[in-house]
Every structure is written in C-alpha cells, then in structure tokens.
C-alpha cells in the first residue's frame, strides 16, 4: 500500500439509477440504464433527448431545503451508512478537523435560471434574492452548515473533472494534517443552461446515449450527488483505499480534448507514479466515455496503449453524463463493483469503436477486481484519474 494511500471509510450515490449503493449495484448488475425521455420543463417546452432525472426530488424534503442541488445532497446524506458515520467522525474528531470538498460544474445556476425568467423591474424577485442562491460556493456552505462541519471548506469547479478532483484535494488535505477527515462531494442537478448549452455544441443526441458505439451521436445529461468520507489508513483498516489521483492540465481546446489524448495520458501516468503499480496491476478501468464522437474515440486509443488487457466500460449509458458529479458518480460506482465483484457493462453501445472492442464489456461480468481507475476528464483539458483499491488489497 502506497504512503498516499487513504481510506474511504463510507460511501453513498443518488443518481437516475435510484438512492443508495444497494440500488446502484442492483442496477448496474442487471444492466439497467436509469434514462428516461426529457420531461425537464423549467424552461418550457422540454429539448427532445433523454435525461438521468433523479424522480421525486420536487416533493422529497420540506420547503425550506430549497433547491434542487439541495435536495439531492439532503437525500444523498440520508444513504447507507454515510450520514451516521459523518456523525460520528464529527464527534470522534470534532467538527473543525473535518474538511469538505465539493465538485460541482454549475451549483445552484437553477435558481439563477428561474430568477432572471421572473424579472421584477430588472431585479431579481424577493424570494430568489438571496446570494447564496447564486454564487458556485453556496451548496458547500449549505451543506457545511447542515452537516455542522467546521473545518476547511472548498468547491472545485473543472466542469467534468471537478468532484474526482476533489478526491485528489481531500487526500492532500489528509497528508498535510490539515484535516483528520474529509468529506468529499459530486452533485451537479438539471438545469436548462446545461441542456441546451451542450445541445447547441451540437453534443446532445436525441436518443439515449451510446458510449464507443461507432454509431454513437452526442451525450444525455444527468444529475447525481455522490459522497465519500475520506479517513487515514489506520482509522478505517478495512475500509476501501484511494491509492492516487493523478490530474493534469493540458489546455488545449476550450471544448475539445487534446486529439492525441496527452492531457489524459498525462492523469494516468501520474495516477500510476502516485501509487507506484504497473499499468497491468489493474483489473478494471471506468471510462470517462461521454458517447461524443471526439471524446471515446481518444479515449479508446488511449486504453489499447496503454491499458490493453484491462476490463473497461462506461456507465453514463445508465446514470448520463452528471457533469461535476462524474468523477465522485463514478468513483462510488467503481468501488461498488469492487465490492461486488461485478464490473458494469457499456449500456447502449451495439457495436464498439474497433480500438477497445476487445476489452470493452457491453454487459455486466463477475470478476475479481482488486485494484481499478476512474477516469474524468473536463472541458479546457482539466483531467484526472483515481487509481481505487478494495478493502481486502
């Protein structure tokens, strides 16, 4: 085990795929893909495609959690096991040595959204006036305050890469002493600037999506919040680790990735010097895999040379592309396959791009998966790679 290395003590998901990890695994073990037709109406007449909605959210707390963002974060800490461990790190360590750190891409731009479509005289109406309302540190205030964490708080917004980031963050904080915990946080909800944002980069397709189908056409967005307690190796033993988080920056396009995946390449091989293993040590690899047509094709090169004989997929074909809620989506997912010795398939895509057909699994498989990578890479070429470990490794 690496000196980075550190526990992840508790984890938990809310995405398209239900509420809690015993609902994702059950999901993703069945080959169950959580994407409905777009029935999102808040700016009108809904954008023909499919979505990841998480159901229930407009009637599932009272009034006064607020948001939509909220809402999910509120449902997301009532899951497993997260919520009465958070409690007691709180206690054990007390509540200024447990940090937080949030990956979100677009935080609560809904209110935003709604307040300039309610315009009272040019100002923005009375119920929707309040700052925290609208600027990108809001939610992680929100929750600092609901959970009673006083410790260091951060946002990170990379867009696609933001919450596995936010992993790399948390670890750091660890190793540095400046935390005794770490609660790091993914949760991005619907919001038409999203839908219709990607939709006019043309990278919406209307029908579900198809990660490294060669027929593939676009994305469909999701929202998700997703949550890991973040701990040192000897307070959690049996706990599942994070043994790196490689991250580079290669800034090459505003939207598009580097066409020979260098930015990408780079996360990797810092992920694999971090944790000091070879790339074959790995048994399983979880895709950024958006279903572009730039993206998964780099992306699938990319894993033929250097990740061959690795286990690979994409699971935005059941949950969408949650955006700033990925990279901790994503980690969950990857652990919860650890943890079931069941890697998840690629849902939707018929027929794989030629480079990554081979290793690419079109359909959940058992298998023995003691270390895996999850990889999220954002637009601007902010990129990063957790390299996971299971309790037992």
Same mark, same amino acid.
């Given at each position: 085990?690496?000196?980075?290395? /550190? ?18 695994? $059950? ?14 109406? #808040? ?5 023909? *495609?499919? @979505? ?9 707390l009272p009034p006064d959690v607020d948001t939509r963002l909220h809402r999910l974060l509120a449902r997301a800490l009532r899951q497993d096991q997260l919520g009465e461990d958070l409690a007691r790190t709180l206690a054990d360590c007390g509540a200024a040595r447990v940090a937080l750190v949030l990956g979100t891409s677009t935080a609560n731009i809904e209110q935003s959204e709604q307040a300039y479509r309610r315009l009272d005289d040019g100002h923005l109406p009375a119920d929707l006036r309040d700052p925290r309302l609208h600027h990108l540190h ?46 790091? /946080?993914? #949760? ?23 990660? %490294? ?21 000897? $307070? ?8 790196? *988080?490689?991250? =580079? ?32 040590? %790995? ?8 279903? =572009? ?9 990319? @894993? ?5 004989? /690795? ?13 700033? #809620? ?15 010795? *069941? ?32 990889? =999220? %890479?954002? %637009? ?9 470990? *299971?309790? #037992?490794?």
């Open positions: 085990m690496p000196e980075s290395a /550190v526990a992840i003590a508790s984890y938990t998901a809310v995405s398209a795929l239900g509420s809690g990890n015993a609902a994702h695994r $059950d999901a993703l073990r069945a080959g169950r893909s959580g994407l409905i037709a777009n029935d999102y109406t #808040a700016a009108g007449v809904p954008l023909p *495609c499919w @979505i990841g909605r998480v159901a229930g959210l407009e009637d599932d809001g939610p992680a205030e929100w929750l600092s305050a609901q959970t009673g964490i006083a410790g260091p708080t951060f946002t990170i917004s990379t867009a696609c890469s933001a919450s596995a980031k936010a992993f790399g963050l948390g670890a750091r904080l660890l190793r540095a002493g400046i935390a005794d915990a770490v609660l790091v /946080v993914g #949760a991005d909800s619907l919001c038409a600037s999203t839908l219709h944002g990607f939709n006019s980069l043309e990278l919406v397709d209307a029908s579900p999506c198809r990660p %490294f189908d060669l027929q593939r056409a676009g994305l469909s967005i999701g929202e998700a919040a997703a949550m890991a307690l973040l701990r040192h190796v000897d $307070d959690a033993p049996l706990a599942a680790r994070l043994l790196a *988080c490689g991250e =580079s920056s290669d800034a090459y396009h505003l939207s598009a990735p580097h066409p020979q995946g260098i930015g990408a390449e780079k996360a990797l091989r810092a992920a694999l010097r971090e944790c000091d293993l070879p790339p074959d040590a %790995f048994d399983y690899v979880n895709l950024h895999g958006t279903a =572009s047509r730039q993206n998964d094709v780099i992306e699938a090169a990319l @894993i033929a040379r250097l990740l061959p004989r /690795v286990l690979a997929s994409s699971t935005k074909g059941a949950t969408g592309h949650t955006l700033g #809620a990925a990279g901790a989506l994503e980690a969950v997912i990857t652990l919860l396959a650890m943890d079931s010795g *069941c890697a998840p398939g690629t849902t939707g895509c018929i027929a794989p791009e030629p480079a990554i057909a081979a290793q690419l699994l079109r359909s959940p498989r058992s298998a023995t998966l003691r270390h895996a990578l999850s990889f =999220s %890479f954002g %637009f601007g070429g902010s990129n990063a790679c957790l390299a996971l470990a *299971c309790g #037992a490794s």
